[in-house]
């Protein structure tokens, strides 16, 4: 790596998004430094009467969840979504722009037993929660009304997560949502520039320089972007490129759980604590175009930073101006490959 990017303030472009975030490596050299608190692991029962999520109970809306052994998915009983919103548009002069969205939201059950995360899970299990996601994304994504399908998992109260139950949850919308409109356009630009996913070029140079590689196996790898901007911050990218995860054969699919199991178990390591982070897929539109130039891939963005209980903010200048990170994805990288 350019020792200036390991001395200086820099900023650094994210090819995915087209957009920049600032690093300042001066300002936090050793990621260690200060009190690491380790908190005992929470201790949680195989069932919980009280939780609407486990099998057999009522759920906040009244409908009842069967016994159900592995995986279960049901419809939102609060969605943020609806199918059956009226379409319509607000347009007043260039200013004052709204329109009608409609959609569904899923939630995934990952495993009956209450007291798991997704590393402790087997791939196995894990297996079938890929599986479901692939039904899910073909199902939903067959609806002419549904264009996007976001799947993705909450883990932890300090990301907003109500329920521990291992759990994740899909909203497909008839738009295509603000992030992944960014890498549609990055994306379509690079390959009919290159003729090439920019995710196939961009993971085959990860692997040469192999300075934010954590692992890889046969069909995936798990990277720190170059362009990270959480403080562990990692990818799940394919080797083989692919538009979606329908285009996965079998042994991918195990590879994908296996590797969803080791990344989360690294991440636990890292301050001895069940680590909390929102991760999600990332994949071509459900519009019924080809969409060569898409090369999915799974995001994780975890908040800690230095300890246990202190979260990374984006806060004042990364509100108001570009987001900003200490550690480099260099460092970090490191550190989550030590743990490997």
């Known amino acids: 790596m350019d020792k200036n990017l390991n001395e200086y303030p820099h900023r650094r472009y994210n090819a995915l998004t087209g957009e920049w975030v600032l690093v300042s490596p001066h300002r936090s050299k050793r990621p260690w430094q200060g009190q690491v608190e380790k908190h005992s692991a929470e201790v949680r029962p195989q ?71 997704v590393p402790q899970m087997k791939v196995e299990d894990i297996r079938k929660v890929v599986d479901l ?76 320089k192999d300075e934010r590689v954590i692992f890889e196996n046969n069909h995936f ?43 989360t178990m690294i991440y636990d390591k890292v301050f001895d604590v069940s680590f909390p982070y929102s991760a999600g897929i990332h994949q071509a539109p459900t519009d019924g175009k080809e969409h060569n130039e898409w090369h999915w891939h799974m995001a994780f963005y975890p908040p800690l930073l230095r300890s246990a209980t202190v979260k990374k903010f984006m806060v004042g200048y990364e509100m108001l101006a570009t987001p900003q990170r200490d550690i480099t994805p260099e460092s970090a990288a490191q550190i989550l490959k030590n743990l490997n």
Request: aromatic residues 12%; glycine residues 6%.
């Open 221 to 263: 790898a798990a990277v720190v972007p170059f362009w990270a901007t959480w403080p562990y911050e990692a990818m799940i990218i394919p080797k083989r490129a692919m538009a979606r995860i329908t285009d996965m054969t079998n042994d991918e699919k195990t590879a994908l759980a296996e590797t969803y199991k080791r990344l």
């Open 133 to 208: 996601w692939i039904e899910e994304y073909q199902t939903l994504g067959s609806d002419p009304e549904i264009n996007y399908v976001q799947i993705f998992e909450n883990k932890g109260e300090i990301m907003g997560c109500s329920n521990p139950h291992p759990h994740g949850q899909i909203w497909a919308s008839q738009k295509l949502p603000v992030e992944p409109s960014k890498k549609q356009h990055s994306q379509q630009e690079y390959f009919q520039k290159h003729g090439s996913t920019l995710l196939s070029d961009y993971l085959q140079k990860e692997l040469q």
């Open 47 to 117: 069932y919980d009467p009280g939780c609407y999520l486990c099998p057999g109970n009522s759920r906040s809306g009244g409908e009842q969840n069967p016994d159900y052994k592995d995986v279960y998915v049901f419809t939102n009983d609060f969605s943020a979504l609806l199918k059956d919103s009226p379409d319509f548009d607000v347009v007043e002069d260039d200013i004052f722009k709204a329109e009608s969205e409609k959609g569904i939201c899923r939630v995934i059950c990952f495993s009956p037993d209450h007291s798991l995360t």
